[in-house]
């Protein structure tokens, strides 16, 4: 089969692979017809986390189920269905309590010396599960992690999508960083995470929502898509400062959307090529100015390895509560359809292009090079 293989840094091809088989009684094999880039597949491309020459990645992934194991009974041959980015079992005590993003199954992640859980087309440390931007895909439990689209609901690939990642992502952070009615929100990053979380930040009754970023165009689609205020990120002090005399004295919940791979300064250029990094405190910094004392600071977008000069201290003196991770995104799902459907959300807004999957490589590139003023990638096997 087809797949988009990582090669080496900045290095995407599309390469014949082996097609997946059923390895365990509850795998099923799904036909792709949609999946999609995203922004946590860049720090892959461009060599931030890690992973073997051949290695087939995507975490955002749908089709039509082709074959099933033989403990397989939620799903049969012929459904359609959304695979979450999580690899959870649920079963185990994670998956029972709603955090399925640290199932602790012990094929969930069994790659030695990790302690957290697995996600597809990951990498290695995540539990080596080969990803969705491919014609065919192997998903283990499936008695409980594909979502079904109803045969009765007429939506397109586009619309449901996102449930995989990118809805749920946005969704949880919202959601786990407290945001109430009346609060005011900073949204560092208007990438289709930031935007997404923009827009659950309003549904939540948040009085004022505000997005910051460098890239013009997407600042635009903020205030198109979102109708927030925005803010052209210059750089930590001056940004994050701002953000604080803007709100006087500063939102009561910030959530970065940008994580590592934001601008780095040249020390952290140089620590992160050692591995003793893991990348840009940028945003760490611009949220530690721009939240009120007692405020939250919700950490969504990808971090990893260790931090030096971590503004610890400026977050304990003003008694900030720091919240992060990975969203668990099963059990949010079903809410997330029943939004879909009942038209309180569209996430097609947020899609720019839609191309074949051969077309992957200029499609990462663009993506990553903000060219074409590129917001979204559908890929089409």
Request: glycine residues 10%.
């Amino acid at each position: 089969m087809r797949a988009v293989t990582f090669q080496g840094t900045k290095d995407i091809q599309v390469k014949n692979v082996e097609a997946p088989k059923i390895e365990k009684d509850d795998d099923i094999i799904i036909r792709i017809t949609s999946t999609a880039i995203c922004g946590s597949d860049l720090h892959i491309y461009a060599g931030s986390i890690m992973t073997r020459p051949g290695y087939v990645i995507g975490h955002e992934p749908m089709g039509i189920v082709e074959e099933v194991g033989p403990a397989v009974t939620k799903v049969k041959k012929g459904d359609r269905v959304v695979i979450p980015f999580n690899v959870a079992c649920g079963e185990c005590w994670y998956c029972t309590h709603d955090m399925e993003s640290q199932c602790d199954h012990p094929d969930t992640n069994p790659t030695p010396g990790t302690d957290f859980g697995g996600y597809f087309g990951y990498t290695e440390m995540f539990g080596n599960h080969p990803g969705g931007q491919a014609e065919y895909m192997r998903v283990p439990f499936g008695n409980f992690l594909p979502f079904v689209i109803p045969e009765s609901a007429e939506v397109p690939d586009e619309a449901v999508l996102f449930m995989s990642d990118v809805l749920p992502t946005a969704y949880w952070s919202v959601l786990h960083s407290g945001v109430k009615k009346g609060d005011t929100v900073i949204v560092l990053g208007c990438g289709p995470i930031g935007l997404m979380t923009q827009k659950f930040a309003w549904m939540m009754g948040a009085k004022r929502v505000i997005g910051v970023d460098n890239v013009p165009y997407r600042l635009a689609k903020a205030r198109e898509m979102n109708k927030v205020e925005t803010v052209t990120y210059r750089d930590p002090e001056e940004t994050g400062n701002y953000l604080k005399e803007l709100t006087s004295g500063g939102a009561d919940v910030v959530i970065d959307c940008v994580g590592m791979d934001g601008e780095k300064t040249a020390p952290e250029k140089v620590q992160q090529k050692l591995k003793v990094h893991g990348g840009s405190l940028t945003a760490l910094r611009t949220a530690h100015r721009a939240v009120r004392r007692f405020g939250t600071v919700q950490l969504t977008g990808v971090y990893g390895l260790w931090y030096n000069a971590f503004p610890l201290g400026r977050f304990f003196e003003r008694n900030v509560t720091i919240k992060s991770g990975q969203a668990p995104v099963p059990h949010l799902m079903p809410e997330l359809f029943k939004m879909i459907t009942e038209h309180k959300l569209d996430p097609t807004e947020i899609i720019s292009h839609i191309v074949p999957l051969e077309e992957a490589p200029v499609a990462y590139k663009t993506f990553f090079e903000h060219g074409d003023e590129c917001t979204k990638v559908i890929l089409k096997p």
